[in-house]
Every structure is written in structure tokens, then in C-alpha cells.
């Protein structure tokens, strides 16, 4: 069974330093990767996605990912925060096969410091 | 820009009595999904819906849970005799297809209370 590791409960970053939020995952294959991201009263929005090819892919809002097999890792970064990307941050892990259910880490909340 | 909408976006119930969440999927997705997040944890997948069947579903969607497309539009999620630990932000999200590529699309979530 795939699994998602978040191991950042909360980051704080200053305004206009750069980003990089960890996700680890466990399949047994090549995975459907994702980013979610939960501002305060709305739903999922997803920033990413990696399902093949190149490793870096380029997402909504300034944020980029890196997909690193040999690391079982797809880290978020973005070059400079801003105080609207305060929000909760969720790394998913979907199966290449079948249905699609995804299977999400626990979040990680980022706080942006003036 | 289309987007799923959930209602009520929170509910408060007594423990052992029926609750109905109520969804609107994007209108041309075919396929839908139940999701739950217990406070300080992991958003979880309940159960996935397709062609007016269950094609997936969790461990945790127990028969105290069921899902039901009533009318062309809507897409419910009953818990018949709720729990406290039922207590939870319930996300309905759907998808234009199957394959884990395609990108399901969320909505604000109903946060349920359980007393």
C-alpha cells in the first residue's frame, strides 16, 4: 500500500525567502504525485502533479517540484514566499493503475513571518 | 471556473443520529469521492463513486455509511448513527476520469460535529 510522509507539522518563512517543503513517499511503482494546497475555508486546490517525464515540474503560483526516484522524495519550492502562501500544504501519493484514489500526507502549515 | 460545492459547510449533530452530506460535483466529472480529515490528522479517502456504484472504498467505510447520486446533480454522503469519532472536515471532490492522472477537484469541506 502507498503512503505519504510529511515530516514538517509547521514551517515558518520569512516574507520573500525561499521554500522547500519535504514529502516522502512508499509505492511499489512509479507513483501520480501531488501537491494540494489548503488556504482556511476553502477545499484542496492542487498546485502540481508529477506522472512522468521531467523530474522538475512547474506548478500554479510560483511553485515548482522535483520528482527524485532514487530519494523516494517530490519536495515543493518555490524561490520567494509571499504572505498569501500562508496556508496548509498537503503532499498525495496517487496509485498508476486502477482507480484513483489518493493517499495524502499529513500536511504541512506554513506560516509567513514579516 | 466551475468548482464543487459541499453543503452545510458545518453540522453539528448528537452522537446515534443521521446525518446526510451533501455534494455538487462538477457537472460534466463522472467519477466522485468522499474524503475525511480528523483534526490534526491525515486526510483520509473514504469511499470513490462511479456510474451510480461504489467502485472503491476503505476500511473505514463501514455500513454505517452509504453514498447515493439521488438526482443529476447531487451526491450524498449518509452516516446513519453517528459517532464521536465521527467527528471530522468531510471533503467531496470529482474527477472527468478514471486514471490516477487525472486530477480531482475539491470542495471546502463540511465540518461535522459530533456531541
Known amino acids: 500500500a502507498q503512503s505519504v510522509t510529511q515530516p514538517d507539522i509547521h514551517i515558518t518563512v520569512s516574507e520573500g525567502a525561499s521554500l522547500e517543503l519535504r514529502c516522502n513517499y512508499s509505492?511499489?511503482?512509479?507513483?501520480?504525485l501531488f501537491w494540494y494546497v489548503q488556504s482556511p475555508g476553502q477545499g484542496l486546490q492542487l498546485l502540481l502533479k508529477?506522472?512522468?517525464?521531467?523530474?522538475l515540474v512547474q506548478g500554479i503560483k510560483g511553485f515548482e517540484a522535483e520528482f527524485k526516484r532514487s530519494q523516494s522524495s517530490f519536495n515543493l519550492r518555490k524561490p520567494s514566499v509571499h504572505w498569501s502562501d500562508a496556508a496548509e500544504y498537503f503532499c498525495?501519493?496517487?496509485?498508476?493503475?486502477?482507480?484513483?484514489?489518493?493517499?495524502f500526507g499529513k500536511g504541512t502549515m506554513l506560516l509567513v513571518s514579516p | 471556473e466551475p468548482e464543487v460545492t459541499q453543503t452545510p459547510s458545518h453540522q453539528v449533530t448528537q452522537m446515534g443520529q443521521e446525518v446526510i452530506l451533501r455534494c455538487v460535483p462538477i457537472?460534466?466529472?463522472?467519477?466522485f469521492y468522499w474524503y475525511r480529515q480528523i483534526l490534526g490528522q491525515k486526510v483520509e479517502f473514504l469511499v470513490s463513486?462511479?456510474?451510480?456504484?461504489?467502485?472503491?472504498k476503505s476500511e473505514i467505510f463501514d455500513d454505517q455509511f452509504s453514498v447515493e447520486r439521488p438526482d443529476g446533480s447531487n451526491f450524498t454522503l449518509k452516516i446513519r448513527s453517528t459517532k464521536l469519532e465521527d467527528s471530522a472536515m468531510y471533503f467531496c471532490?470529482?474527477?472527468?476520469?478514471?486514471?490516477?492522472?487525472?486530477?480531482?477537484?475539491f470542495g471546502p469541506g463540511t465540518r461535522l460535529t459530533v456531541l
Open positions: 463513486f462511479y456510474n451510480n456504484e461504489i467502485s472503491e
Open positions: 457537472s460534466n466529472h463522472l467519477y
Open positions: 471532490a470529482s474527477s472527468p476520469g478514471l486514471a490516477g492522472y487525472n486530477e480531482q477537484f
Open positions: 508529477y506522472f512522468s517525464g521531467d523530474t
Open positions: 509505492y511499489g511503482a512509479t507513483p501520480y
Open positions: 498525495a501519493v496517487g496509485r498508476n493503475s486502477g482507480y484513483s484514489t489518493l493517499t
